[in-house]
Nanobody
Framework: QVQLVESGGGLVQAGGSLRLACAAS????????MGWFRQAPGKEREFVSG????????YYADSVKGRFAIYRDNTKDTVSLQMNSLKPEDTAVYYC??????????????????WGQGTKVTVSS
């Protein structure tokens, strides 16, 4: 089992940047595929980005490609999401998630076993 705690959310103007962090504790972090999801008010939770166990593969939703970047540090049990060129439509609660799946479908919420409590990102126009 792993516990996930997100941080780094806040209020930023359109065009600005934020870096979200997710700290993991518990079972070996490097055994988990990690992902970021977000949920805007009145909408379903959606996939944002994912990273493989070793960090050699990354995946992004089309809506964030070229603007967001995901990183992980298995020595510090953390995964980060660097968000640049933020838009008002990026406003959401962002969740960190961990998966034990051996052949993950990145954008499927039910592939992820553990979730953090979320951190709120608000982008003003």
């Amino acid at each position: 089992q792993v516990q996930l705690v997100e941080s780094g959310g806040g209020l930023v103007q359109a065009g600005g940047s934020l870096r979200l962090a997710c700290a993991a504790s518990g079972r070996s972090f490097s055994t988990y595929v990690m992902g970021w999801f977000r949920q805007a008010p009145g909408k379903e939770r959606e996939f944002v980005s994912g990273i493989s166990r070793s960090g050699d593969r990354t995946y992004y939703a089309d809506s964030v490609k070229g603007r967001f970047a995901i990183y992980r540090d298995n020595t510090k049990d953390t995964v980060s999401l660097q968000m640049n060129s933020l838009k008002p439509e990026d406003t959401a609660v962002y969740y960190c998630a961990a998966s034990t799946s051996s052949a993950i479908s990145w954008d499927r919420r039910d592939e992820y076993d553990y979730w953090g409590q979320g951190t709120k990102v608000t982008v003003s126009s």
